[in-house]
């Protein structure tokens, strides 16, 4: 069974860190583009983070620039987001995904990217992050 299965999400003051891991079972994350997105209550799932499959290539929302950092790890096939400066605005389910063409699809909007959720061919069922104090 091709699965994610995503962890470290949790409750964290503004400011904090968390480290996100999605660990894939069933199949290996080489050749995959692995994206995560997030979604908070009442709102559109967003993208905020994707790595290519060589791990050269990455997107960042703007509002999470600077602050988070996705990595992977082949060998462990396992992906990571780096999540520092935590803000409540951060707060959501966490989600990561895998594109089988290498990349994320990022489109364009008023000169503004944003990773599209249209090539994740896998998915895993989330992570929850909440940041308050």
């Known amino acids: 069974q091709l699965r994610f299965v995503e962890s470290g999400g949790g409750l964290i003051q503004p400011g904090g860190s968390l480290r996100l891991s999605c660990a894939a079972s069933g199949f290996t994350l080489d050749g995959y583009g692995l994206g995560w997105f997030r979604q908070a209550p009442g709102k559109l799932r967003e993208g905020v983070a994707c790595?290519?499959?060589?791990?050269?290539?990455?997107y960042y929302a703007d509002s999470v620039k600077g602050r988070f950092t996705a990595s992977r790890h082949n060998a462990e096939n396992t992906v990571y987001l780096q999540m520092t400066s935590l803000k409540p605005d951060d707060a959501g389910v966490y989600y990561c995904a895998a594109d089988n063409s290498g990349n994320c699809l990022i489109t364009y909007s008023g000169g503004v990217a944003y990773m599209d959720d249209y090539g994740m061919v896998l998915w895993g069922k989330g992570t929850p992050v909440n940041v308050s104090s």
């Open positions: 790595i290519s499959s060589g791990g050269f290539n990455t």
